[in-house]
């Protein structure tokens, strides 16, 4: 076999496991392999910056199911790519970090840019190392594809030290990698059923990750053969159609308190594939812990996660692709006992998403979302950040399918920007809207010249009250009258968008905003839409000025 550089073996690593593209800002510390890609395969979208970048990993990893592969410099790239490393811990997402490291023979000396990435890293990824040999290159790529997509998903970063980058070796590739699924049982898939059978007024709560299109479609199934009420977990809309019958709303933030009077009052939980961390959880309050006074099923395919904060009636170590297939063959009683609670519960989701209120100012967000509602193709992608904002899509949108969500669990503003070029990039021939805050898109505006530079046609709503509008709410919740810290100087959006080449519009009142998104739509470009929201406006349901008056008379 010839002799090859690391950098060489590490790029021929990448193309023999089948990644798509690669994410990145370059770094004379990974020259090697920025020379390597050169001549591979594998397109490379150029970022602004390393945060951006490992978001664009993270969203590719989310709507994709592989790795997405973000390349970072050393130091400062590396910290900046921790915030997309964070995202895809809690998210549970595949993905792969490279980080361009010091030499070798420099280490402990507190070279320039020198970290230990073990220490930086070794909280929030599921594996840290550094190459430390050419030779070993092959085996731990095979090793970072293996762990960034079994059991729980989640990211792996891998520390390239240069001068391994240029040293030379002859190794074999071994062959790609390879899910590694995790089955339920088949007494366990029994015990299911009795339990389902006995149940009066079950609930099943989809979320993580590991699903696919055939995963959601097979569940479908299984809800309608038993009535199945069927709720999603925090910005996991996407795993069930919520116009189906069965669907009963999202398990998240400002959650319907019809749904949550249901979740509460149920004698059995069909929790698959999430955790009910914080948010689904309310902050905890939801279900006893650590015994739930409901059945608690909890299927996942990390057995790390069943047991760790609710103790579960019935465990499967599975994952929801596994076992939406093996739920395929259970079958229902002759006589459902909870029959037409399935169509209450989808009542109660129209009734709660269906009202569109009225807010302070001539641009109203309901008028907004109930024209987009009208003109999106069901495979419309969806991304946004964190904010008060996102409310308006979580809330007002009916996701249709699989793969048309990629929204941060762990609540990391500037996310919706890059997730929606890497959205873009992976799935060209679809719409990709970005929902922004104007506080949530500074954080990664300069990504904008990314889409820009890729020809990525996505449109960018931003949402623009001139604050920092959560933190605001929570100050007149808690401190009324004392705003603090959380006003914005914000630029010309759209002029912003004009100056890159871009489309650009400025839309003051509602009846605007359709014509303004048409010829969005119609130019081809990437497009920024600044829509100006009276700071009045601040949720659906109350402004700021009753969120204020209702804390000083609580005093």
Known sequence: MDQKTGGELLVEALERHGAERVFCVPGESYLAVLDALHDASIPVTI????????????????????????????????TNASAGVHVAAQDSTPMILFIGQIERGMREREAFQEVDYRQMFGGIAK??????????????????FHVATSGRPGPVVLALPEDMLVETASVEQPPAWQQVETHPGLTQMADLQKRLWAAERPIAILGGGRWSEDAVAAFTRFSERFDLPVACSFRRQMLFDNLH?????????????????????????????????????????????????????????????????????????????????????LQPP??????????????????WSGARPETPGVLQMAGVMNWLEGKWPDDVICTNGAGNYATWLHRFHRFRRYGTQAAPTSGSMGYGL??????????????????????????????????????????VLVIDNGMYGTIRMHQERTYPGRPSATKLVNPDFAALAASYGAFGE?????EAFGPAYERARASGKP?????????????????????????????
């Open 506 to 510: 400025t839309i003051e009142t509602t």
């Open 127 to 144: 594996w840290v190392a550094e190459i430390d040999q050419a030779d070993r290159v092959p085996e731990f790529l095979s090793r970072a």
């Open 527 to 555: 497009a920024i839409l600044h829509l100006k929201l009276d700071p009045e406006a601040i949720t659906p349901t109350a402004s700021l000025s009753q969120i204020r008056a209702t804390a000083e008379a609580g005093k």
């Open 245 to 329: 019958q069965n669907y009963a709303g999202d398990v998240g933030i400002g959650i319907n308190p019809k749904l949550l009077a249901r979740v509460k009052a149920s004698d059995l939980i069909l929790l698959v594939g999430g955790r009910l961390s914080e948010m689904p959880s309310q902050s905890y309050s939801l279900l006893d812990i650590p015994q739930p006074h409901q059945q608690f099923v909890h299927i996942h395919p990390d057995p790390e996660e069943l047991g760790r904060v609710y103790r579960p009636a019935l465990a499967i170590n599975a994952s929801p692709t596994a076992f939406c297939k093996a739920a395929e063959g």
């Open 334 to 351: 002759n006589e459902i006992k909870g029959v037409g609670e399935a169509a209450a519960a989808h009542r109660d989701y129209l009734d």
């Open 418 to 459: 890059p997730a929606a070029v890497a959205a873009k990039l992976a799935f060209p021939e679809r719409e990709v809207v970005c929902f922004a805050g104007d506080g949530c898109l500074q954080m990664t505006m300069q990504e904008f010249g990314t889409a820009c530079q890729e020809g990525a046609n996505i449109i």
């Open 47 to 78: 970022c602004r910056q390393e945060g951006g970048a490992a978001m664009m990993a993270d969203a590719f990893g989310k709507l994709t199911g592989k790795p997405g592969i973000c390349m970072v410099t050393r130091g400062p790239g590396a």
